[in-house]
């Protein structure tokens, strides 16, 4: 289940650090600028309340993370969840299978980042769009997403990452196309 929220200015950054565990407070704090310690934060309160409705669990979550940093949940191996935020949006999917999502705020298109992490398809495909800079962030938010769901992160196999034929890509462009969002699963359990 998806849980979002884009209304990041509306929350008491105080009380809502209040509301994390130890581990994701330190966390938050690390961000220099109050928009990242906000979108942390609504980030985890986000998880907070999927495993509260979706699993009645109430304690605050803490992580363990794998080797390349993805999180789970200590003690709940059997809930997968993951999250992204940017300054536009906090996300969160909680899931009973592994599931990685990423979200980009649209930022104008800078050549040499798609060319270094698209292939030349992607590229005909940026190049031919209406709007070039949505089709990056769209195509980026894709190769993301996958590499959050398979545990591996940002790695220098960018080009490659959607000739993947065992994952399934939903990507949703916000309304006015202030940011994208993209939920990667595996396509067989």
Same mark, same amino acid.
Request: proline fraction near 4%; include cysteine; hydrophobic fraction near 40%.
């Given at each position: ?99 990685? !999502?990423?979200?980009? *705020? ?6 040499? &980042?798609? /060319?270094?992490?698209?292939? @030349? %398809? ?23 997403? !996958?590499?959050?769901? *398979? ?6 196999? &960018?080009? /490659?990452?959607?000739?993947? @034929? %065992? ?23």
């Amino acid at each position: 289940m998806l849980y979002i929220n884009d209304h990041l200015l509306d929350f008491d950054l105080t009380a809502a650090l209040a509301q994390l565990s130890e581990q994701r407070r330190e966390q938050a704090l690390r961000y220099r600028y109050e928009m990242g310690q906000r979108t942390c934060a609504a980030a985890y309160l986000l998880l907070c309340e999927a495993l509260r409705k979706e699993y009645g669990i109430d304690e605050k979550p803490i992580f363990i993370f794998g080797e390349h940093g993805k999180p789970s949940i200590q003690g709940h191996p059997e809930i997968h969840f993951n999250f992204s935020h940017c300054k536009e949006a906090a996300l969160c999917y909680v899931s009973d299978r592994p599931v990685g !999502v990423d979200v980009e *705020t649209v930022h104008s298109l800078r050549d040499g &980042l798609a /060319e270094y992490t698209m292939n @030349d %398809d992607e590229m005909a495909e940026i190049r031919g769009a209406e709007d070039p800079a949505l089709a990056f962030t769209r195509l980026w938010t894709m190769k993301e997403a !996958v590499q959050k769901l *398979t545990g591996e992160g940002i790695n220098n196999h &960018l080009k /490659e990452v959607l000739l993947r @034929d %065992d994952v399934l890509l939903q990507t949703i462009v916000a309304p006015n196309a202030r940011y994208v969002y993209s939920i990667a699963t595996w396509r067989h359990p």
